[in-house]
């Protein structure tokens, strides 16, 4: 495969071009700083749009291959939420935020996805590079099923070994395990998006993963791939909300350079 052809590796050939706009660092900073776990919230509501744009702005998230493996339930029928305020452990977050949102990682939609992707990309005609289409029709799928029993995801695994001796080679995933922590890993992300875009649109947010996954499973009518990643509690914050000043260790223990 030639440079070209792997898109991976080369230049794919794209001519797009997006401006980076500029960018108030120091109110950027001010999202992060502020960001803190709320357990209690006054009780104000959150303005339908705002929560409309956290939402999306975490399907903006940075996501694996573009697959787009969450679902984000914001729940609002009042038997369902009473029910997952339970599920939650009655915790205080859960019963005085304004909104409740569950993010779910879904291990099953990706070969939906990628077909969309291979479609998208088809109908933009002789443009789209060849190691674009190769990508979503062949290496996506090879890459991701796991076949029946986890057949296929062992075959993968001998041969990965195998090839892994002599080059880099793709080692993950070959288990439903390694299939559920790569939904998950982009599902947090599109989290983490939705909890600084509250902050930053003047709410607070607590996740949680102090939960029954099985009651909520059921609350929700999840699917058997579906994983339940975190709840959200959203609302804005009141005195004694947060339980006192951040605590980090020393960054050194954990930013390396090597
Ligand atoms: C995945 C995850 C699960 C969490 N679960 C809970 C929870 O169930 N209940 C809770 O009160 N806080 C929960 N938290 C909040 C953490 O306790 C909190 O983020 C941590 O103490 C750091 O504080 P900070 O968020 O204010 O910086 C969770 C945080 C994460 C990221």
């Given at each position: 495969m030639s440079e070209k052809e792997n898109i991976l590796s080369g230049d794919p050939g794209f001519n797009y071009e997006e401006k980076a706009p500029d960018i108030d660092s120091k109110e950027f900073q001010k999202v992060i700083d502020s960001r803190r776990s709320v357990r209690?919230?006054?009780?104000t509501p959150i303005p339908d749009d705002v929560v409309r744009r956290c939402l999306e702005n975490g399907l903006l998230a940075p996501n694996s291959s573009n697959l787009q493996p969450w679902e984000f339930y914001l729940v609002k029928d009042a038997a369902k939420k009473k029910e997952l305020v339970r599920a939650c452990f009655s915790q205080v977050a859960a019963k005085r935020a304004a909104e409740l949102i569950v993010a779910v990682a879904r291990t099953a939609t990706w070969r939906a996805h990628a077909r969309e992707m291979f479609n998208l990309f088809s109908k933009l005609?002789?443009?789209?590079?060849?190691s674009v289409l190769d990508y979503y029709g062949r290496l996506v799928p090879l890459a991701y099923a796991q076949g029946p029993l986890g057949i296929l995801g062992l075959v993968k695994r001998v041969v990965y070994f195998i090839v892994g001796m002599s080059r880099p080679t793709l080692r993950e995933p070959v288990t439903r395990a390694h299939l559920r922590t790569w939904a998950v890993k982009t599902t947090a992300l599109a989290a983490e998006n939705i909890m600084l875009s509250f902050r930053a649109y003047g709410f607070d947010t607590c996740p949680m993963e102090g939960y029954d996954s099985k009651r909520i499973r059921k609350i929700l009518g999840?699917?058997?791939?579906?994983?339940?990643v975190m709840v959200i509690a959203a609302g804005k914050r009141t005195r004694g909300?947060?339980?006192g000043p951040r605590i980090r260790y020393d960054s050194n223990r954990f930013i390396k350079t090597v």
């Open positions: 209690i919230f006054d009780g005609g002789p443009g789209v590079p060849k999840l699917q058997r791939d579906a994983v339940v909300g947060i339980y």
